[in-house]
């Protein structure tokens, strides 16, 4: 997914900066525990009104970019 920062945006004052949603107050940490504590799609989108299912891919991809560097700062070492 392309244009992360159309879904996803990171504000020293909100949730201590933690990448969220933009307009919510919800963390892409939020999506990937929910996603990982077995929730579906449809009900996190049932749950979270304001999320749609672009949210969840982009947090989605905005993780994997994220575990991508964290190889690279690693293998500098």
Known sequence: ???????????????????CINGTRIAVVDILQWLASGMTHQ????DFPSIKEEHILAALSFASHREELIKYVAADR
């Open 1 to 19: 997914m392309q244009n992360l920062e159309k879904y996803i945006s990171i504000n020293p004052e909100i949730r201590f900066g933690k990448p």
């Open 43 to 46: 009900q996190i989108i049932d």
